[in-house]
């Protein structure tokens, strides 16, 4: 029997179909847990920056648990890039099996070849490439909506974050240490001896 005459079940293509949009819901619900994992990363990071900063015997500590934090950040928005591509070519693979199985889906068994089907995901797919609403996402060859690339913007946007915070602490933050180390008076009095020797 040829594949062309094989029919399969409407039930087996309804779980098919369930398991496609399932697969939608978790890649969203990752988002939004991968967000607020960043978002709170990002407070801490502020919160112990302002501590370290108005704590001198923990200034050191401080500065390396942020620059700390934020590598560990940066690995994380990889990871978070990886699962929103990996979601993604699951649901392509899963629209492209519901696609060949919608043609020779017996919907009434009693009835063979009474109804079929309208192959409406395939069609839809055609339409969006008449409209060109349809582009390769990132690097990858994931073909789906322009709008695709927003999701892949919003880690790409965490990990420039969290690059320039350690660039930030690095460069501009841990060479004006000794600012931290000195205090008011020492401060003055330094000043002091260096207007006296100008003087001279």
Request: glycine share 4%; net charge positive.
């Amino acid at each position: 029997m040829s594949e062309e005459r094989l029919k399969y079940s409407s039930e087996e293509f309804r779980l098919m179909y369930e398991s496609t949009e399932k697969v939608t819901d978790r890649r969203l619900q990752t988002n939004r847990w991968n967000y607020t994992i960043c978002i709170a990363v990002l407070v801490a990071i502020a919160g112990i920056l302002k501590y370290s900063v108005g704590n001198l015997p923990f200034f050191y500590l401080g500065l390396s648990a942020v620059i700390v934090l934020s590598g560990m950040a940066i690995l994380f928005c990889f990871l978070w890039i990886g699962q929103i591509r990996d979601f993604k070519s699951l649901n392509n693979a899963k629209f492209e099996i519901i696609n060949q199985m919608a043609p020779n889906v017996e919907f009434d068994p009693e009835h063979p070849g009474s109804i079929t089907s309208f192959c409406s995901f395939e069609k839809e797919w055609k339409k969006l490439e008449e409209m060109r609403a349809l582009q390769v996402a990132g690097k990858t060859n994931i073909i789906a909506l322009k709008s695709t690339n927003i999701e892949y913007f919003i880690p790409k946007a965490f990990i420039t974050i969290f690059a320039a915070i350690i660039l930030v602490v690095t460069i501009f933050i841990l060479p004006s240490r000794t600012d931290y180390s000195i205090s008011p008076s020492e401060k003055q009095t330094k000043t002091h001896a260096q207007t006296q020797q100008s003087k001279k």
